[in-house]
């Protein structure tokens, strides 16, 4: 073969091999479940708003709610998969709207960091006119990034964050499982959750898993370096990226909520 022409395969093989990522990181980045609304229902949660306007599943505390708790769960599966929010938290007395994005669960719509954004805005601004304040964000992983760029965009209705197993920025998680890729030029969704929260001035409860594997705890704790006080830190030790709730008990929720109301912990 030629100079030429080996020079030619290897320029094409390398285009090839940056271009692959690029044109599939939906595939790498979400994990959709599919599910009808009906299927989704189970005790205690049912369609919110409505059953013919989905946009997640809601559950109500057996008294007065201290205050509406929306979540934004990772990147797999779909919101009903996430029960175990609405579990502890209204036993706390929260009310627990457990949102979905567009293409999960029975939602239409695209997937990428616009789509997601906007409509969780959408959701926010929802659950405040439907429920009042306090309103809390919490958000797992991409959700994190997702409550991160919408909580910013509507402060006015938020009153605090929790951000479990978040990153800084998307492009170091990127980084670090493709360290021989430019992800800086090839990432279309940044989730630039440091920046975002620069400015957020509401309080921010970081929750890291220790051995985090897939989300290092690095990247958590480097976002919360970053973030303006109040905030707070919290590392549940022993705790991978899937599996830290079984590490966190009702007394670390209750400290949490007391953290986000502005209440003294007990």
């Known amino acids: 073969m030629k100079p030429a022409a080996i020079m030619l395969w290897l320029v094409t093989a390398c285009a090839i091999a940056l271009a692959a990522p690029a044109m599939f990181q939906d595939s790498l980045l979400y994990h959709p479940a599919r599910a009808q609304a009906a299927d989704m229902v189970s005790a205690g949660l049912v369609a919110w708003p409505a059953e013919g306007d989905f946009r997640g599943l809601v559950a109500?505390?057996?008294?007065?709610?201290?205050?509406?708790?929306?979540v934004f769960h990772g990147n797999a599966g779909h919101a009903g998969h996430r029960d175990y929010y609405a579990a502890v938290l209204t036993r706390l007395g929260v009310r627990v709207i457990l949102a979905e994005y567009p293409a999960y669960g029975p939602r239409d719509g695209a997937l990428g960091e616009r789509s997601l954004v906007e409509d969780a805005e959408q959701t926010i601004a929802l659950a405040h006119r439907l429920h009042g304040a306090p309103l809390l964000l919490i958000g797992e992983s991409l959700g994190a990034g997702v409550a991160a760029a919408a909580g910013v965009r509507q402060r006015e209705q938020v009153a605090a964050l929790m951000l479990i197993t978040p990153w800084d920025t998307l492009e170091h998680v990127a980084a670090y499982h493709y360290p021989w890729l430019p992800v800086s030029w090839l990432l279309r969704d940044r989730y630039d959750s440091a920046a975002h929260l620069a400015s957020i001035g509401r309080p921010v409860l970081v929750a890291v898993a220790e051995r985090d594997r897939i989300v290092p705890a690095r990247f958590g704790t480097s976002l919360y370096e970053a973030l303006?006080?109040?905030?707070r830190l919290e590392v549940v030790r022993a705790a991978d990226h899937n599996d830290w709730i079984r590490y966190v008990d009702d007394a670390w929720w209750r400290n949490a909520v007391g953290f986000l109301l502005g209440e003294q912990a007990p």
Do not use: F, H, L, Y
């Open 228 to 231: 303006p006080s109040p905030k």
């Open 60 to 70: 109500e505390p057996a008294g007065p709610a201290r205050g509406t708790a929306i």
